[in-house]
């Protein structure tokens, strides 16, 4: 049986006071973060429209973290060149926004980022078959995307679970990271489901508490 990964928190920046978002990075960091995740949007592939390479850069200025870089957009194929030069570290694309997958990976890959592919909810696991074994990560959303503080979908848990089989199949070593709605309520449950990457907005970035204070409570309730 395949050990467990270790569980890696990566909040996104969507969620985050953008008035004063390079204070927010930093204390996600000194929080205990392992990435800080940017969600691309171009108000076509989602009904949002969210911001660019420029943004990355400036990220990229006040954090050594990995930047962990989801281009929900048509064509990312085009842009991946503009940001991998701005930073990104991780490079994630949607499978229903790639027409030649296979080549927009390896392109990913020469531009010296690990690259990712990601799933919408209603997107079966098998449109990835043929891709797993040359990719770094797999990424399920678990809400629809396009905006922060939606609902888990609770047939996601059942999803990861298929992926993580899947993957140790065809890619042992890739990790699994999931995406929209989770909190200190089911971060227990998917990574029980094999996910190791877990994306955070509104649970980490909120009037609630201070950003450290919830990824402690976070990582208890992912380690518990």
Known sequence: MLKAKPVKLAPSILTADFGHLADEIRAAEEGGADYIHLDIMDGTFVPNI????????????????????????????????????AGANNLTVQVEACLHLHSTVQKIN??????????????????????????????????????????????????LRRMRKLLDEFNPTCDLEVDGGISTHNIDDVVRCGANVIVLGSSVFNKQATVAENLAALRRAAES
């Open 50 to 85: 969210t911001f660019g390479p420029l943004v990355v850069e400036a990220v990229r200025q006040v954090t050594k973290l990995p930047l962990d870089v989801h281009l929900m957009i048509h064509d990312p194929e085009r842009y991946v060149a503009d940001f991998a030069k």
């Open 110 to 159: 020469e531009l010296g980022c690990s690259a990712s592919v990601a799933l919408n909810p209603a997107t079966s696991i098998e449109t990835l078959r043929e891709i797993l074994p040359f990719i770094d990560m797999v990424l399920v959303m678990s809400v629809n995307p396009g905006f922060g503080g939606q609902k888990f979908i609770e047939t996601s848990t059942s999803k």
